[in-house]
């Protein structure tokens, strides 16, 4: 088990590093490193050079973190789970340690050679009135989970007369049920109402993907808006077919629970695991194919469309938004905080796909009560871990 776990710590910090090489390459070129620059500035030999500088301290500080990965779990095996844990947080410290010098320059550079920046601006006009349309969302994933595990639900209640009077209400690491309760309808429904929640919360999320502000160029607006339409669903799209994967994994737990899928056959851990990469697969693709909210799509856009966009766009930024561009609301490049701004959900500078304006309360009011329920988990899981470890 601990050797399962160094092998799944060493791919889970693979995956990060990969992730951080690729960013600058995936992100739009306004942008270079958290500075909005004018386009050609990124293939610029400074903007290659910061690209490279990047990758490089990105890359060496992945290797140590690889290397202390693998002392500690030649040093300390049973500590392997909380690694797991852990060091993802170190690859957080790579990531910072890599941008914040490549962004300094980046405002460096913008001064010295006196990059002037095109309008630009969150606006409102024809092409960007679907962002309000949830009828747009996939709602057919979402229909198809619920359905899926109140269909397990309503199995569960229907044998629930039958099921001996103790019945699994966990699994361990090992996937081997290490805890039973007298039966109860309570109990019986504690998987699938967390599956429910978790359908809720992976809802929210999407409709959150369509609502929050869109960063749209003054000078190709209409392109702009086509690439966060078709970005916004093939996102979406990801988004619903990682519910449907959770959804399954939640079923087979539950199966699993009813004694339907044998617990001492490989069906629950394998379904978990499938459930895992297959749910993860689309949300990995859609960055790296579409780019930053979908700035590597090319799609049609019919010549008079683009001139009545780019003439309300201008009309709507004319007034309000700074030629300069709205660098300074950018703390280091990555944190958005602009009492201004009405927008509690705006896009990322440098990778992802959302960000909070953290001038706003009900963005405070999340972060905080995320913290709180991440550090809470973690004092959890670092205590059972240490109460039981894997020997």
């Known amino acids: 088990m601990n050797l399962f776990l160094f092998i799944t710590n060493l791919a889970i910090l693979a995956l990060i590093a990969g992730l951080m090489a690729v960013t600058p390459m995936l992100n739009r070129k306004s942008l270079l490193f958290g500075v909005r620059v004018p386009e050609g500035a990124a293939d610029t030999p400074e903007g290659r050079g910061l690209k490279r500088s990047y990758v490089a301290i ?99 209640l229907a044998l629930y007369p039958r099921l001996p009077e103790q019945i699994i ?38 409709v959150l993907v ?77 960055p790296i194919r579409a780019g930053q909210s979908g700035c590597r799509l090319k799609p049609r856009v019919s010549a008079e469309e683009a001139r009545g966009e780019l003439l309300a766009a201008r009309e709507k930024v004319k007034a309000a938004h700074p030629a300069q561009g709205d660098d300074q609301y950018w703390k280091l490049g990555m944190f958005y905080y602009n009492p201004e701004d009405p927008a509690v959900l705006v896009e990322n500078r440098f990778g992802g796909n959302s960000g909070f304006n953290y001038a706003r309360l009900p963005a405070k009011l999340f972060v905080a009560a995320g913290a709180l329920l991440l550090a809470a988990s973690y004092v959890v899981i670092t205590y059972m871990a240490l109460k039981y470890p894997f020997v």
């Not at 630009?120 to 009135?129: D, G, I, K, L, Q």
């Not at 959770?246 to 056959?265: D, P």
């Open 169 to 206: 209400l966990h699994w361990g690491m090992d996937m081997q049920p290490d805890q039973w309760e007298p039966k109860s309808v309570s109990k019986l429904m504690h998987m699938p109402l967390i599956a429910l929640g978790t359908v809720a919360i992976l809802l929210g999320s999407n």
């Open 58 to 156: 990105a890359a060496l500080g992945s290797l140590a973190v690889f290397g202390l990965a693998t002392l500690q779990y030649a040093a300390a095996p049973e500590l392997t789970l909380l690694a797991v844990c852990y060091f993802p947080f170190l690859m957080i410290g790579v990531q910072l340690a890599a941008f914040v010098p490549q962004w300094k320059k980046a405002r460096g550079y913008k001064e010295q050679k006196g990059w002037s920046v095109p309008l630009t601006a969150a606006v409102e006009t024809r092409s960007s009135a679907d962002r309000e349309k949830l009828s747009n969302l996939p709602w057919w994933w979402y229909i198809a989970s619920a359905a899926l595990i109140l269909g397990v639900a309503g199995l569960s």
């Open 210 to 286: 369509y609502r929050q502000k869109l960063q749209i160029s003054a000078e190709h607006p209409a392109l702009s808006f086509a690439q966060h339409r078709i970005y916004r669903r093939m996102l979406s799209n990801a988004l619903g077919f990682m519910t449907l994967c959770m959804s399954l994994m939640f079923a087979a737990i539950q199966l699993g629970s009813l004694n339907i899928l044998s617990t001492r056959a490989p069906f629950v851990p394998a379904a978990i695991i499938a459930a895992c990469v297959f749910g993860m697969l689309p949300a990995l693709y859609v």
